[in-house]
C-alpha cells in the first residue's frame, strides 16, 4: 500500500512546480511595474505619492487581488471548465451545449461576447511578452544609465529563444521554469519583508478601510489609479486558459501558498519603500532590492519575465486549439506534447504568428511604460466578459438560486467595470491598442465561422445524402463499373457522399470493389484501445463492398489512416488490408469570393485567405503520397 502514496506524491509536486513555471509567469511578475506604473509622473492622470495614496493604493492591489484572482477564479471560475480545458473558449462551449438551458438567441449573444473575450486574450498575448520583457531588461537603467540602449535589441533576442523554444513542450519548458520561480516567489518574498521591516505601518493597507477610504476622499485620483492598479491582477485569465495544462488541484496550490503571498509581501514592502521615500516611485521594484543584489535580480527577472510569456503564449495555444473544435478557425497543426495532461499542445503558426507580433511591438513601443496603458484594457475586458459568462452557467447548468448569482455577479462585476472605465479613460494614450488586435481578432473568427457554414451547407447539397447514393449505385443500370483495389475516402461523417467519391463516379463512371468512406473522431483521453477504436457501417448492404468506418483516436494518437483499415479489416470482410493496392481519395475545395448572398465581399476574400493556413491534410492523416488521390471542387462563397 505506500507504493502507490510513493509515486502520487512526488506526482503532485511535479504538477504544482510545473504550474510555477508555465501559469503564474504572469501575475508573478506584475510587482515589477505595477507600483512605478500608478505613480508615474508622465501618467495623463497622475496620483501623488502621499501617504493617504501610498496606503490606499496598497489596500486597493491587496483587495483586488484577493477579489478577483482568489477568490473568482482560483476557487470558483476554474471550476467550470470543459473536459479539463479551461479559458473563456471553454465557457462558450459549455453554454453551447445542451446541458445548458436558456434560449438560442440569448447563447448566440453570450457566445459572441466570449468570442470577443477571447480575442482580447489574443491582445494579451502579445502584449504581455512585451511590457514583461521590457520591463526587467529595463531594470539596466537602474544601474547603469548609459545601458539603455541596449534594452531593445536584448529584449527581442530573448524574445526570439522563448519562442523558438515552444516546440519543446510544455511539460518541458515547465520543469525547467517551475525552480526558476520558486527562486523567483521566495526573492521578490524576502526583498519584500526587508522593506516591511523598515516601516511596519504599511501592513495597516491590508485592512480594507484604506480602500475604501481612499475611494471616499479621493475618488477622483482613486479612479484613475485602477488603471494601473489592474496591472496587479494581469495573468488571471492565463491562470484559467492554462487549466488543462495542470489541473485545478496543482494551480490553487502554487498560488495560494507560493504566489499569493510572495506577491503582496512585495507590494507592500515596494509601498513601505515609497512611504520612506517618494522619490523611490521611479522604480520601486529594484530599488527596493540591496545594491550589491541588483545585477542577479535584474537577470533573475529577466528569466521570471520570460516565464511570464509562457504563461499567456501556453494559454494563446489553448483558446486556439478550442477555437478550432468550435469552428472559428481553420484545422490547424497541433502538436500533443505530453503523454500525461490533454491540454500541454504546441501550435506552431500560432507560435509564429505571436513572435511577429510581439516583436513589432517591442521596436515601435520600445518601453514598458509606453505599454501599460494598452495592457489593462486587455486584461479588465476579458475578465469582465468571463465573469457574465460564469455566472450564466452558475445559473443555467449549475442551478444555482437567482438570488446567489446576482449576488456574486454583482460583487465581482461592481469591482471589474470600475477596472474597466478607468481603463476607458486610456483610450487615446494606447489602450486603443488591444481594442484594435481584438476587433482584428473578432473578425477574422467571426469571418471562418460564417463562412464555414455557408460552405457546410453548399457541400451538403453538392454531396447529397449518403443512404440515398448508395441505393441509387444498387439500381443503377447498367451496373456501375468496379476496378480491383480499394479506395478510401476521408469524409466529415456519414450523412453525404464525400465529394471525392461523387466525383469518381459521375466522370469517370467506376468504384472500386472495396469502398472505405472513413470519418476520424478525436476522443478527450490520451489514448483509445485498439478494440475500441473502429466501428464499422455496412450501409444497408453486406455484399457491395462499400463500408463506412468511424475511428476514434486518442488525443496523442496519431490519425494513421493505414492502421485505422487494418483495423477495421479485423470486423468486416468487405474491408481489404492490401495497402499497396489501396488508394486514398482526398476532397479538396477551392474557395472563391463569389457573389451568393451571406456574406460582405469582404468578408469572403478574408474567409478565402483565412483557409489558406490549414493543415496539410495528406500529412496530418499519414497518407502514402504515392498513394494519394486529390479530387478538387470549387465553390464560390
Known amino acids: 500500500m505506500s507504493s502507490p502514496s510513493k509515486t502520487r506524491v512526488p506526482a503532485k509536486t511535479a504538477l504544482t512546480l510545473g504550474a510555477l513555471g508555465i501559469v503564474f509567469g504572469d501575475i508573478g511578475t506584475s510587482p515589477i511595474y505595477t507600483i512605478q506604473t500608478v505613480f508615474n509622473p508622465g501618467d495623463p492622470h497622475p496620483v501623488p505619492a502621499s501617504i493617504d495614496s501610498v496606503y490606499g ?100 533576442t530573448i524574445i526570439i529563444v522563448l519562442f523558438a523554444v515552444q516546440r519543446l513542450g510544455t511539460a518541458r519548458i515547465g520543469r525547467t521554469f517551475g525552480p526558476v520561480m520558486v527562486v523567483w516567489f521566495s526573492s521578490i518574498a524576502a526583498c519584500g519583508i526587508a522593506g516591511i521591516t523598515r516601516h511596519p505601518a504599511v501592513l495597516k493597507a491590508l485592512s480594507p478601510t484604506y480602500a475604501i477610504s481612499f475611494f471616499t476622499g479621493h475618488f477622483s485620483t482613486a479612479f484613475f489609479a485602477l488603471a494601473a492598479v489592474v496591472l496587479a491582477i494581469t495573468g488571471a485569465e492565463a491562470l484559467y486558459a492554462d487549466l488543462g495544462h495542470f489541473g485545478r488541484a496543482p494551480i490553487a496550490r502554487a498560488w495560494l501558498f ?11 514592502g515596494q509601498g513601505a519603500l515609497v512611504l520612506a521615500d517618494q522619490s523611490a516611485i521611479s522604480s520601486p521594484f529594484f530599488l527596493l532590492i540591496p545594491r550589491w543584489a541588483r ?224 470519418s476520424l473522431e478525436t476522443q478527450p483521453v490520451p489514448h483509445v484501445a485498439d478494440e475500441d477504436r473502429v466501428t464499422v457501417d455496412d450501409l444497408g448492404h453486406t455484399d457491395d463492398g462499400i463500408v463506412h468506418v468511424t475511428a476514434r483516436l486518442g488525443y496523442l494518437q496519431s490519425p494513421d489512416v493505414p492502421q485505422v483499415l487494418r483495423l477495421a479489416a479485423e470486423q468486416s470482410p468487405e ?42 491534410a495528406a500529412e496530418y492523416f499519414a497518407l502514402p503520397r504515392d498513394r494519394v488521390v486529390i479530387m478538387g471542387s470549387q465553390i464560390n462563397v
Open 57 to 156: 493604493v496598497s489596500s486597493l492591489i491587496f483587495w483586488s487581488v484577493t477579489i478577483v484572482v482568489t477568490i473568482k477564479y482560483v476557487l470558483f471560475v476554474t471550476r467550470a471548465d470543459n473536459d479539463g480545458e479551461g479559458g473563456i473558449m471553454a465557457l462558450i462551449t459549455l453554454i453551447r451545449g445542451r446541458t445548458v438551458a436558456g434560449s438560442k438567441r440569448t447563447k448566440l449573444i453570450l457566445a459572441g461576447l466570449g468570442i470577443f473575450g477571447a480575442s482580447l486574450f489574443f491582445g494579451d498575448s502579445m502584449i504581455t511578452p512585451a511590457i514583461s520583457v521590457l520591463s526587467a531588461v529595463e531594470g539596466l537603467k537602474v544601474v547603469e544609465p548609459g545601458l539603455g540602449d541596449f534594452v531593445v535589441p536584448i529584449t527581442a
Open 258 to 268: 507560493i504566489v499569493f503571498p510572495a506577491c503582496i509581501l512585495s507590494y507592500l
Open 295 to 518: 545585477i542577479p535580480m535584474i537577470l533573475l527577472a529577466t528569466a521570471a519575465t520570460v516565464i511570464a510569456s509562457q504563461a499567456v503564449i501556453t494559454g494563446a495555444f489553448s483558446v486556439a486549439h478550442q477555437a478550432v473544435q468550435l469552428g472559428y478557425l481553420p484545422r490547424l497543426r497541433i502538436l500533443h506534447t505530453s503523454s500525461e495532461t490533454v491540454g500541454q499542445i504546441y501550435v506552431p503558426w500560432i507560435n509564429w504568428a505571436l513572435m511577429i507580433s510581439v516583436i513589432t511591438l517591442v521596436f515601435a513601443f520600445e518601453s514598458s511604460a509606453a505599454l501599460a496603458f494598452a495592457f489593462g484594457m486587455a486584461v479588465t475586458g476579458t475578465i469582465t466578459i468571463t465573469t457574465l459568462l460564469f455566472f450564466y452557467i452558475v445559473r443555467r447548468q449549475w442551478g444555482k438560486p437567482l438570488w446567489v448569482v446576482l449576488l456574486g455577479a454583482g460583487a465581482f462585476l461592481t469591482v471589474e467595470l470600475l477596472f474597466l472605465a478607468a481603463n476607458l479613460t486610456k483610450i487615446t494614450h494606447g489602450a486603443w491598442l488591444p481594442l484594435l488586435i481584438a476587433v482584428t481578432v473578432f473578425t477574422v473568427l467571426t469571418t471562418w465561422q460564417r463562412g464555414r457554414e455557408l460552405v457546410t451547407r453548399q457541400r451538403e447539397s453538392d454531396e447529397g445524402p449518403l443512404p440515398v447514393f448508395i441505393e441509387e449505385l444498387h439500381e443503377a443500370d447498367p451496373p456501375l463499373r468496379r476496378v480491383p483495389g480499394t479506395a478510401v475516402f476521408l469524409n466529415r461523417g456519414k450523412a453525404t457522399v464525400p465529394l471525392a467519391m461523387r466525383a469518381n463516379v459521375e466522370h469517370n463512371h467506376i468504384l472500386h470493389e472495396n469502398v472505405v468512406i472513413l
Open 575 to 616: 474491408i481489404s488490408v492490401k495497402l499497396d493496392d489501396t488508394s486514398y481519395f482526398l476532397s479538396t475545395i477551392e474557395l472563391r469570393a463569389g457573389d451568393a448572398p451571406g456574406m460582405a465581399r469582404w468578408r469572403k476574400r478574408l474567409f478565402v485567405a483565412t483557409s489558406r493556413i490549414s493543415a496539410d
